[in-house]
């Protein structure tokens, strides 16, 4: 039976959910290894694809240019996109920015355009199509299990 191809990716968060996902790896991996394969996780390998993908967990909110780019692509090389954790999901709280008044954002323009940051930070699904999502800061630990086993192989 062919293993899923997965992906981990991450944009703009404070990554607790891939702190929660490798430690996830402590008490699955026996049973993931047979069933998954990691092919970009960027966490887990520096020999990383990008084709092919079943499955693309993706923790953060999209903050540029480049990282709707990178968003895109991995959409499409993927047959299943999962928003992972709050930032993902909703932008927040990535996106505090966004509620800022006039006199603090001219404040923090600076900064923005050094980074070349969009005006707004949005959540995924303002870019790609999203097929599932696990809500959370960090990411709802069980939700992101059911999917787990939802996606394996012999367990559809």
């Not at 090389?77 to 509620?99: E, F, H, Y």
């Amino acid at each position: 039976m062919p293993k899923l191809r997965v992906g981990w990716f991450t944009f703009t968060c404070c990554e607790d959910s891939t702190i929660l996902f490798t430690e996830l790896l402590n008490t699955h991996w026996d049973t993931w290894k047979e069933k998954i394969e990691f092919v970009n996780a960027r966490i887990l390998k520096t020999n990383r694809e990008l084709k092919d993908l079943d499955i693309s967990f993706v923790e953060g909110s999209i903050s540029s240019d480049e990282q709707a780019k990178k968003l895109k692509e991995i959409r499409d090389n993927s047959k299943i996109l999962v928003a992972i954790g709050a930032c993902a999901v909703n932008a927040m709280p990535s996106g505090w920015r966004n509620t800022f008044d006039e006199e603090t954002k001219k404040e923090i323009q600076f900064i923005v355009e050094r980074f070349s940051h969009l005006p707004r930070v949005e959540p995924l699904s303002k870019y790609v199509k999203v097929d599932e999502s696990v809500p959370g800061c960090p990411m709802d630990e069980k939700r992101f299990l059911e999917l787990m086993e939802k996606y394996a192989p012999g367990n559809t």
